[in-house]
């Protein structure tokens, strides 16, 4: 069973947060002429669509954008299913010569950016990858650090947070959520 503990974001917060990501994103790549998107599903996909609006209204650029299904290149598929359904990565646009910018809810020991690095790498060879999350948790176990953060939230290894989006829970919050 699991407990809230507390909310660490509210709508407003949320999307002060991606609305500050997406200048962010914007000024390090100069621009947006070059820039792809690519949000790991589940939470990271509307993520990505909330930046590519945002993108749209700062720069009048439509930034292209897809999302990553990463379980054909997660290291820990027999510890999910004895039998897992997989399927390797596709994009519907080239990613050679982009920069290109993985987009995830919560980053925590690191292993599911490792496969979404993976999965694009399959698909063609971008200029530079870097990578927005909402929350940086820590307790990271590859040597990964993203490039655009919306809020540090130091948790132990018993909790977890939780990210509530409309399109799966409706409503649009971040709780810290104890095991």
Do not use: W
């Not at 990578?131 to 948790?137: H, K, Q, W």
């Amino acid at each position: 069973m699991l407990k809230i503990k507390a909310q660490i974001m509210d709508e407003a917060a949320v999307n002060r947060a991606m609305t500050r990501i997406s200048h962010q994103i914007v000024e390090k790549n100069k621009g947006a002429e070059n820039l792809v998107l690519a949000g790991i599903l589940r939470r990271g996909e509307p993520l990505a669509e909330q930046i590519k609006e945002n993108i749209l209204k700062i720069e009048g650029v439509e930034v292209p954008c897809t999302s990553i299904d990463i379980g054909f290149y997660r290291d820990d598929l027999t510890a999910v299913s004895e039998n897992p359904q997989v399927r390797a990565a596709e994009f519907p646009f080239s990613v050679d010569g982009k920069d290109l910018v993985i987009v995830d809810d919560v980053i925590y020991t690191g292993r599911t950016v490792r496969a979404a690095i993976e999965a694009v790498f399959s698909c063609g060879r971008p200029k530079s990858i870097q990578l927005a999350v909402l929350i940086d948790r820590g307790h990271r176990e590859l040597p990964i650090r993203p490039d655009f953060v919306g809020k540090n939230i130091p948790s132990s290894r018993n909790e977890l947070i939780e990210v509530r989006l409309p399109k799966f829970d409706g409503e649009t919050a971040v709780f810290l959520v104890e095991k």
